[in-house]
């Protein structure tokens, strides 16, 4: 019986954790959705050129990105999650974190540069 509490509570801290981490609200490009000290990234700065909703990429003119040992280019990276883009076009200068995810450059968050 002890056996069978302890899973479930495991299962709701688990449960609880990913909504907190995954949880990115259409709403949120502007006001990033609350991200894990271990998964927070310098911002680098960047401008929007293309924004492909529906494979969820998006690509950027980004300056040096430091965590990912990168100068200055454009380039395609995947969306986190893809509500991400919502609120993006084409020619919007933002400011964004970047990491490498199972061998795909991916956008973590993306904030439009005031
Ligand atoms: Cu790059």
Redesign the pocket.
């Known amino acids: 019986m002890k056996t069978i509490i302890s899973a479930i509570s495991v299962s709701l801290l688990l449960g609880a954790s990913s909504n907190a981490v995954f949880a990115t609200p259409a709403a949120a490009v502007d006001k990033p959705a609350a991200i894990s000290n271990a998964e927070k990234k310098p911002m680098a700065s960047g401008e929007i050129k293309k924004v492909d909703k529906e494979s969820g990429k998006v690509t950027i003119k980004?300056g040096e990105?430091k965590n990912?040992d990168?100068?200055p280019?454009?380039?395609v990276f995947r969306a986190k999650d893809a509500a991400m883009l919502d609120n993006l076009k084409a020619g919007d200068k933002i400011n964004f974190s970047a990491d490498k995810i199972n061998g795909n450059?991916t956008v973590i968050e993306i904030e439009i540069a005031k």
Do not use: D, K, S, V
Request: hydrophobic share 65%; aromatic share 12%; proline share 11%.
């Open positions: 980004h990105i990912l990168m100068p280019m454009t380039m450059f």
